[in-house]
């Protein structure tokens, strides 16, 4: 039963493009999410805030409200019904997801349209 938890928030990521999926990990990384991650959670908090700054305009200029995104509070509430070692699981598929998306992506580099 627990694997099959697992194994459908994961199914639902792997259909997630870049940015939702670094809409969820900042969903699972801020300071009001009810996640027990082991990870430095502001830290990460910053990083894929950044990144997602880096791709969409639209989050970097203006506040998201993450209720236009039910998808994502979907995977999160998922993830929130979840004990601390599935959640650390499904953390660090997200993470490694997002960083061989990143690795992949040769549009990421738009810093000259920041700001």
Known sequence: MNDEKINYVIEMIKDMDLENKLRL????????????LEYDKKEMYKHFDNLLKEINIE?????????????????????????????????????NSINFNIKNCKSLDNRKQMF
């Open 25 to 36: 990990a900042i969903c699972m990384c801020d300071n009001y999410s009810h996640t027990n």
């Open 59 to 95: 989050y970097r200029t203006t506040t998201v409200n993450f209720a236009n995104y039910p998808y994502i509070i979907f995977a999160s509430s998922k993830i929130m019904e979840m004990d601390s070692a599935q959640q650390n699981k499904i953390a660090l598929y997200l993470f």
